[in-house]
């Protein structure tokens, strides 16, 4: 069963930075969409970024644009996002999964942006 395992997350003052990293065991990893998705509380499961499998393409979604980057080491079976200008609005717990989502959810990993 292919595990993903996010990590880098925090506390951080508005403005600040955070680079979370997710950890696929997954053998066709370097062929695989990839994504980032977050859940606020009350709140349903959003989509945040996505790359393809060689890093080529990379798509956003409006809130987080020119702020947030979406990356991949395929020789680590390792995504990142890394995350700029923090606003109290992304407060949430960030996961990783395909792009759209087929796996199980891994723990994921808390952001909170204080204002």
């Known amino acids: 069963q292919v595990q993903l395992v996010e990590s880098g997350g925090g506390l951080v003052q508005a403005g600040g930075s955070l680079r979370l990293s997710c950890a696929a065991s997954?053998?066709?990893?370097?062929?695989?969409?990839m994504g980032w998705f977050r859940q606020a509380p009350g709140k349903e499961r959003e989509f945040v970024a996505s790359?393809?499998?060689?890093?080529?393409?990379?798509y956003y979604r409006d809130s987080v644009k020119g702020r947030f980057t979406i990356s991949r080491d395929n020789a680590k079976n390792t995504v990142y996002l890394q995350m700029n200008s923090l606003k109290p609005e992304d407060t949430a717990v960030y996961y990783c999964?395909?792009?759209?989502?087929?796996?199980?959810w891994g723990q994921g990993t808390q952001v909170t942006v204080s204002s």
């Open positions: 997954e053998d066709t990893f370097s062929s695989t969409v």
């Open positions: 999964n395909n792009h759209p989502p087929r796996r199980a």
């Open positions: 790359i393809t499998g060689s890093g080529g393409i990379t």
